[in-house]
């Protein structure tokens, strides 16, 4: 007998550019933890808590704002926008448009490295921002997101 699960939140996690490499990229950074990995660990977080959550990574900016803009039947986003972090108002736009609580996250901390990763566009539209941990900001930022659909901050 087959027996449907009935999630109660639907989450998105976009991933920007260049993520799809990492486990080889700037390990000292970023860590040596592949996308597949993080992915895999999130849909654990996510079935354990009955949540439905799936992933999309792109290199492409436009991609992510279309993807972002299709996504209303999404309760909440976990966005790393890598390098657009610093530059992407058009994504910014894009957020302020869909107006769904978001967690921004980054495995690095941006506040301790070049200055030109102090600027986000997005730190101040977000529900929270997760840096610095490594995979682990994935991890965190959806226990955040989740508290926060439930209701408990
Ligand atoms: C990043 C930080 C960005 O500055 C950088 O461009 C990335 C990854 C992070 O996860 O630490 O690509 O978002």
Same mark, same amino acid.
């Given at each position: 007998?087959?027996?449907?699960?009935?999630?109660?939140?639907?989450?998105?996690?976009?991933?920007?550019?260049?993520?799809?490499?990492?486990?080889?990229?700037?390990?000292?950074?970023?860590?040596?933890?592949?996308?597949?990995?993080?992915?895999?660990?999130?849909?654990?977080?996510?079935?354990?808590?009955?949540?439905?959550?799936?992933?999309?990574?792109?290199?492409?900016?436009?991609?992510?704002?279309?993807?972002?803009?299709?996504?209303?039947?999404?309760?909440?986003?976990?966005?790393?926008?890598?390098?657009?972090?610093?530059?992407?108002?058009?994504?910014?736009?894009?957020?302020?448009?869909?107006?769904?609580?978001?967690?921004?996250?980054?495995?690095?901390?941006?506040?301790?490295?070049?200055?030109?990763?102090?600027?986000?566009?997005?730190?101040?539209? /977000?529900?929270?921002?997760?840096?610095?941990?490594? /995979?682990?900001?994935?991890?965190?930022?959806?226990?955040?997101?989740?508290?926060?659909?439930?209701?408990?901050?």
């Amino acid at each position: 007998m087959s027996e449907k699960v009935k999630h109660i939140y639907r989450v998105k996690t976009i991933h920007g550019p260049n993520l799809n490499l990492l486990g080889t990229r700037e390990t000292q950074i970023y860590g040596s933890e592949t996308l597949t990995t993080i992915n895999q660990k999130l849909t654990v977080l996510a079935q354990k808590e009955n949540v439905f959550i799936d992933f999309f990574q792109s290199n492409h900016e436009g991609e992510l704002i279309d993807v972002l803009q299709n996504a209303h039947d999404y309760h909440g986003f976990l966005f790393n926008p890598a390098a657009y972090t610093h530059t992407s108002i058009a994504l910014r736009d894009t957020l302020l448009a869909m107006n769904k609580p978001f967690v921004e996250i980054h495995l690095s901390d941006i506040n301790q490295r070049e200055d030109f990763r102090k600027k986000s566009y997005f730190s101040d539209i /977000a529900l929270a921002i997760e840096f610095g941990k490594g /995979a682990q900001s994935y991890y965190d930022g959806f226990t955040r997101l989740i508290n926060h659909l439930k209701g408990d901050k």
